[in-house]
Structure formats: structure tokens, C-alpha cells
């Protein structure tokens, strides 16, 4: 069965067949370095970075583009305000940025920064103006002319006939329900960076550069273009009609956007105090893989409401998941197969493709695994999972992976990571010092617990019981539950 995917541009969920064959084509609109990420834009991250999983699963080779917006009207601005170069200004966001991607799971695309295009971008204006669709203005300016775009609207289903009135807009961000000629090339202001080109001084609009850069790694026409909602307008509009009407050609084919992450139950804003960076949860003791397990356990075009009683579910399920791969691997099973079992594996590998195929639908995706995992846990209280059914419950659990990306232990080495950043930026942490302790030592790390466990166990087969006494106490302190089961010692946190 294909994959199906909804299209924003159809409004409709349509079979997904890239241009070429086997081969997809795809690019995301990437972060706006001037700020640390927030979970929302995570949550578009690691959709689209899902769905390049899912497709390589699929046997398809993938490129997959994401620029980095380390040019616009903010950072030109927050850079003039601190004297500082827009390449100093946006560095240490740029790190960040490709830090926490990788914290949470996300595989590095290929990237492609602004900064590095201006001259490409410059040309991309003068041959519009070349075909009578973009004009310069006195100041030298340029900008787009739509009433040249009959098509105008297409993606976002505005009807703007009658309304292509020729005012102008020179921010990057304007009124959602007007038409206007939309600046492509600002002319420079004081005090501000600006490049010298062949079009003149200055610096382009932000819709210009995801068209030229989209365009020069891909091609005229690919085959898919993402982005969170809030970019099919005007920001998605404008790069159609920007790159329709130079190539004569479609641009992009499907339309992928993610719906807006909400927090408690509102927009997330600074001034409701219910805005979290990546890096903010992750100081308050939340794990990265309880963060991409949340941010995926909805699917991407419906509502996801971010809870911290919903991140602590997050971090159960995971928990879940990691102690049944250990319970089979624990080495206690009796010998031979039970083909129940071996059917249960693949049913599940099934139901997960079949979920996925359906316009990515994670959270049906989710269930199937842990329904698999309930039926073998079972199983195996009652004898019924045998030695060799182990292999291929472990690939289920391993093709899940390849898509969620949670099962790997290497959560308190992330942590620390970021616990050793924090106190350089002076940041305000409701931490507890118990917690900054433990991950400071590493004591939180899974491979941490599971050597203590093992010493505790050395030492309790050696008789002495004063040192596996003293291990078991350091454990509970840091707040880990062991259980003595028939299978062995098992773990898991408070
Ligand atoms: P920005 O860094 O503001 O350019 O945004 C980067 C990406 O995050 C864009 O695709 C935005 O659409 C997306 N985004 C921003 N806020 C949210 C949110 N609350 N939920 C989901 N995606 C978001
Ligand atoms: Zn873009």
C-alpha cells in the first residue's frame, strides 16, 4: 500500500508519488535563528523529520533540504541593536538549534543558510523584473507584483479577485487577509546589514530565500514542501508565486504543514508564561525521548495539547517500551517458538506500516506497539514466549525505532549535556539541586543505573551484603525502583 498523505494544496489526503521514481525531494522551512527553539517548533521538526523516516523505511532515498533562516527583519534588527554582525548574532542560535535537533532525534537534513545564497537571490530578482513581474521602487526596492499571478491564493484558498489593489508590504510578516505586492529585494537602511549586489544594495525578503534555495538543491519542481500552518500565509503563497511564475512550472507538489503545537490549552506565548524552549524542559528533569515521544503521540494535523502530566505519560510509555525490550533480552526464556508469538511480531510490523501509510498516523502506530508489547508480556508470565520468538519481537521493535527514535539509553548523557551549558548563560532554573547532582554524575543515565545493578548483584553473589546494601540505597536515593522478579532484576524510575 502507498503512503497517503494530506495535500494542502488538493485539501485532500492523496496516494504520495514522488516525480522521480524511488526518489523523494523534499524541503522544510527551517528555524529563524534568533532565539532558542521552542517545543512548538520542535513538534514541526520532528513531524517532518518523521516523515523522512518513514519514507527511507518505505525504500525510498530521500533528500531532504532544510535552510536555516539566519536572514530576516528581526535578526537584522536584534544584531543592529547589539552592534554585533548578523553572523555573530545568529551563530550560537544556529548551534543550539543543531544541538537540540539532534537531542530530540532529529536526523540532520542537508542545510543550506541565507547568509549564503545573496547574490543567487539577487539574480532571482532581476530576472523577474526581466519578465514585468517584479518592479523596483524609488528607494530601491524591489518587490512582486500579484496582480501578475492570477493564481494567487491557490494554496491558502483566498479569493483575492478583485483585491489585487498594488499596495505595498515591506515586513516580512503583514495582515493575513490583504493581497499585496510583497517586498522581494529591501532596499538598506541605516545602521542596518545590507549586501552589495547586482540588483544594488540591500537584503532579500524572507519568502525570496526558501524560493532560491529550495529551487537550487532540488530543482524547479519537487516533490514536497513543509512547514508549520502558520507559513501557508503569506509565506508559502508568495514562494509559489515567486518561483511559478519565473519557471512557468509547479513548484512544489504536496503541501505538508503541521497544526500549531498548543500549551495547557493556549497558544504558547511568552506573556501567558506557558513558553518552553527545548532546553527549558530539559533543565526541569524532562528526557528528550519523553519530549519526541509526546510531541509524536498525536498526528501531525490534529491538535496536540502539551501537558507535563502528559510529558510524564510520555516518559511511562517509554519506560514501557525500553523494560520489555530488556525483558526479552534478559536471557531467561525457555528454548524453542511459539508461532502466536512470531505472528504477533509481524502483524504489529503490519498494523504500524498500515498507520503510518495513513497520513502518518502516529498515534495508531503507538498503539500497535503497545499492544504488542501487553500480549508478550503476558505471554511471557504465563511461558508462553519462548527463546526463538525473541528475534523477531525485538525487529518490531526495532522497525518501530527507526520512526520514533526513543528506545535509544543515551538520555542522561543528553541532559548533561545541557545542564553543563546552562549555568554559562546564567539562566534562572527551577532545578532541584538533588536532580542537577545526579545528572551531573551520570547517575541518571540508563548504562549508569544498569552498571550499578550489576555491581549490586557482584556483590550480592559474592555474599557481600553490606556493599550491595549500600548500592541498593545509593539507587533508591536516586530515585530508581528495582524489582527482584523470577527473570531477574528490573528497573525503572519513580
Ligand atoms: P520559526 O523559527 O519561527 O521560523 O519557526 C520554525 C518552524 O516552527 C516553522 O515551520 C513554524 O511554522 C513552526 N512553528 C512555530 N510555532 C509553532 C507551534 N506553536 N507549533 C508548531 N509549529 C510551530
Ligand atoms: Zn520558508
Redesign the pocket.
Same mark, same amino acid.
Given at each position: 500500500m502507498a503512503l497517503r498523505l494530506y495535500n494542502t494544496m488538493s485539501s485532500q489526503v492523496e496516494e504520495f508519488h514522488p516525480l522521480r521514481d524511488r526518489e523523494v525531494r523534499m524541503y *522544510?522551512?527551517?528555524? %529563524?535563528?534568533?532565539?532558542y527553539?521552542?517545543?512548538?517548533?520542535?513538534?514541526?521538526?520532528i513531524a517532518v523529520d518523521l516523515l523522512q523516516r518513514f519514507l527511507r523505511q518505505s525504500g525510498y532515498k530521500v533528500h531532504y533540504v532544510m535552510n536555516i %533562516?539566519d536572514l530576516d527583519d528581526k535578526i537584522i534588527r536584534n544584531a543592529a541593536r547589539d552592534n554585533v554582525s548578523v553572523q555573530q548574532y545568529t551563530a550560537k542560535y544556529e548551534k543550539a538549534f543543531l544541538e537540540d535537533a539532534a537531542m530530540i532525534g532529529i536526523e540532520q537534513p542537508k542545510l543550506v543558510r541565507a547568509t549564503e545564497h545573496i547574490a543567487q537571490m539577487a539574480d532571482f530578482v532581476a530576472k523577474l523584473v526581466e519578465k514585468g513581474i517584479a518592479y523596483r521602487t524609488d528607494d530601491g526596492s524591489y518587490y512582486f507584483r500579484i496582480a501578475k499571478f492570477p493564481r494567487y491564493g491557490k494554496l491558502s484558498k483566498k479569493d483575492f479577485s478583485g483585491m489585487l489593489d498594488g499596495a505595498r508590504v515591506d515586513v516580512d510578516e503583514y495582515d493575513k487577509d490583504s493581497a499585496r505586492d510583497f517586498a522581494l529585494w529591501k532596499a538598506p537602511k541605516p545602521g542596518e546589514a545590507s549586501w552589495d549586489t547586482s540588483i544594488g544594495p540591500g537584503r532579500p525578503g524572507w519568502h525570496l530565500e526558501c524560493s532560491v534555495m529550495s529551487m537550487q538543491e532540488l530543482g524547479e519542481s519537487f516533490d514536497l514542501h *513543509?512547514?508549520?500552518?502558520?507559513?501557508v500565509f503569506p509565506h508559502h503563497e508568495n514562494e509559489i508565486a515567486q518561483s511559478e511564475s519565473l519557471t512557468g512550472k509547479t513548484f512544489a507538489r504536496f503541501w505538508f504543514h503541521?497544526?500549531?503545537?498548543?500549551v495547557e490549552g493556549e497558544?504558547?506565548s511568552k506573556s501567558l508564561g506557558n513558553f518552553y524552549t527545548l532546553r527549558d524542559l530539559v533543565l526541569k528533569g524532562h528526557k528528550p525521548s519523553s519530549i519526541r515521544y509526546l510531541l509524536t503521540s498525536v498526528p501531525y494535523r490534529n491538535q496536540l495539547n502539551f501537558t507535563f502530566d502528559g510529558l510524564k505519560q510520555a516518559a511511562v510509555s517509554v519506560e514501557r517500551l525500553r523494560g520489555f525490550r530488556q525483558r526479552l533480552t534478559a536471557g531467561s526464556l525457555p528454548s524453542g517458538s511459539n508461532p502466536e508469538m512470531r505472528s504477533l511480531a509481524s502483524e504489529t510490523v503490519d498494523r504500524m506500516r498500515g498507520a503510518l501509510d495513513d497520513d502518518l498516523n502516529t498515534a495508531q502506530a503507538q498503539a500497535a506497539i503497545f499492544e504488542m508489547v501487553r500480549s508478550a508480556n503476558s505471554a511471557i508470565d504465563a511461558g508462553g514466549l519462548k527463546a526463538d520468538d525473541v528475534p523477531p519481537l525485538l525487529a518490531a521493535l526495532e522497525k518501530f525505532d527507526e520512526i520514533f527514535a526513543v528506545l535509544k539509553d543515551d538520555d542522561g548523557p543528553k541532559i548533561k549535556q545541557v545542564f553543563d551549558w546552562a549555568p554559562t548563560e546564567g539562566r534562572d532554573q527551577d532545578i532541584s539541586a538533588g536532580l542537577r547532582e545526579a545528572v551531573q554524575s551520570g547517575q541518571l543515565s540508563d548504562a549508569g543505573i544498569e552498571k550499578k545493578i550489576a555491581e549490586m548483584q557482584a556483590a550480592r553473589g559474592a555474599r557481600d551484603f553490606k556493599a550491595s546494601d549500600t548500592l541498593r540505597a545509593e539507587l533508591t536515593a536516586a530515585g530508581i525502583l528495582i524489582e527482584n522478579t523470577k527473570d531477574g532484576v528490573r528497573w525503572r524510575r519513580k
Amino acid at each position: 500500500m502507498a503512503l497517503r498523505l494530506y495535500n494542502t494544496m488538493s485539501s485532500q489526503v492523496e496516494e504520495f508519488h514522488p516525480l522521480r521514481d524511488r526518489e523523494v525531494r523534499m524541503y *522544510a522551512c527551517g528555524p %529563524t535563528v534568533y532565539d532558542y527553539g521552542h517545543i512548538g517548533n520542535f513538534r514541526t521538526f520532528i513531524a517532518v523529520d518523521l516523515l523522512q523516516r518513514f519514507l527511507r523505511q518505505s525504500g525510498y532515498k530521500v533528500h531532504y533540504v532544510m535552510n536555516i %533562516t539566519d536572514l530576516d527583519d528581526k535578526i537584522i534588527r536584534n544584531a543592529a541593536r547589539d552592534n554585533v554582525s548578523v553572523q555573530q548574532y545568529t551563530a550560537k542560535y544556529e548551534k543550539a538549534f543543531l544541538e537540540d535537533a539532534a537531542m530530540i532525534g532529529i536526523e540532520q537534513p542537508k542545510l543550506v543558510r541565507a547568509t549564503e545564497h545573496i547574490a543567487q537571490m539577487a539574480d532571482f530578482v532581476a530576472k523577474l523584473v526581466e519578465k514585468g513581474i517584479a518592479y523596483r521602487t524609488d528607494d530601491g526596492s524591489y518587490y512582486f507584483r500579484i496582480a501578475k499571478f492570477p493564481r494567487y491564493g491557490k494554496l491558502s484558498k483566498k479569493d483575492f479577485s478583485g483585491m489585487l489593489d498594488g499596495a505595498r508590504v515591506d515586513v516580512d510578516e503583514y495582515d493575513k487577509d490583504s493581497a499585496r505586492d510583497f517586498a522581494l529585494w529591501k532596499a538598506p537602511k541605516p545602521g542596518e546589514a545590507s549586501w552589495d549586489t547586482s540588483i544594488g544594495p540591500g537584503r532579500p525578503g524572507w519568502h525570496l530565500e526558501c524560493s532560491v534555495m529550495s529551487m537550487q538543491e532540488l530543482g524547479e519542481s519537487f516533490d514536497l514542501h *513543509a512547514g508549520g500552518e502558520d507559513l501557508v500565509f503569506p509565506h508559502h503563497e508568495n514562494e509559489i508565486a515567486q518561483s511559478e511564475s519565473l519557471t512557468g512550472k509547479t513548484f512544489a507538489r504536496f503541501w505538508f504543514h503541521v497544526r500549531f503545537l498548543l500549551v495547557e490549552g493556549e497558544k504558547m506565548s511568552k506573556s501567558l508564561g506557558n513558553f518552553y524552549t527545548l532546553r527549558d524542559l530539559v533543565l526541569k528533569g524532562h528526557k528528550p525521548s519523553s519530549i519526541r515521544y509526546l510531541l509524536t503521540s498525536v498526528p501531525y494535523r490534529n491538535q496536540l495539547n502539551f501537558t507535563f502530566d502528559g510529558l510524564k505519560q510520555a516518559a511511562v510509555s517509554v519506560e514501557r517500551l525500553r523494560g520489555f525490550r530488556q525483558r526479552l533480552t534478559a536471557g531467561s526464556l525457555p528454548s524453542g517458538s511459539n508461532p502466536e508469538m512470531r505472528s504477533l511480531a509481524s502483524e504489529t510490523v503490519d498494523r504500524m506500516r498500515g498507520a503510518l501509510d495513513d497520513d502518518l498516523n502516529t498515534a495508531q502506530a503507538q498503539a500497535a506497539i503497545f499492544e504488542m508489547v501487553r500480549s508478550a508480556n503476558s505471554a511471557i508470565d504465563a511461558g508462553g514466549l519462548k527463546a526463538d520468538d525473541v528475534p523477531p519481537l525485538l525487529a518490531a521493535l526495532e522497525k518501530f525505532d527507526e520512526i520514533f527514535a526513543v528506545l535509544k539509553d543515551d538520555d542522561g548523557p543528553k541532559i548533561k549535556q545541557v545542564f553543563d551549558w546552562a549555568p554559562t548563560e546564567g539562566r534562572d532554573q527551577d532545578i532541584s539541586a538533588g536532580l542537577r547532582e545526579a545528572v551531573q554524575s551520570g547517575q541518571l543515565s540508563d548504562a549508569g543505573i544498569e552498571k550499578k545493578i550489576a555491581e549490586m548483584q557482584a556483590a550480592r553473589g559474592a555474599r557481600d551484603f553490606k556493599a550491595s546494601d549500600t548500592l541498593r540505597a545509593e539507587l533508591t536515593a536516586a530515585g530508581i525502583l528495582i524489582e527482584n522478579t523470577k527473570d531477574g532484576v528490573r528497573w525503572r524510575r519513580k
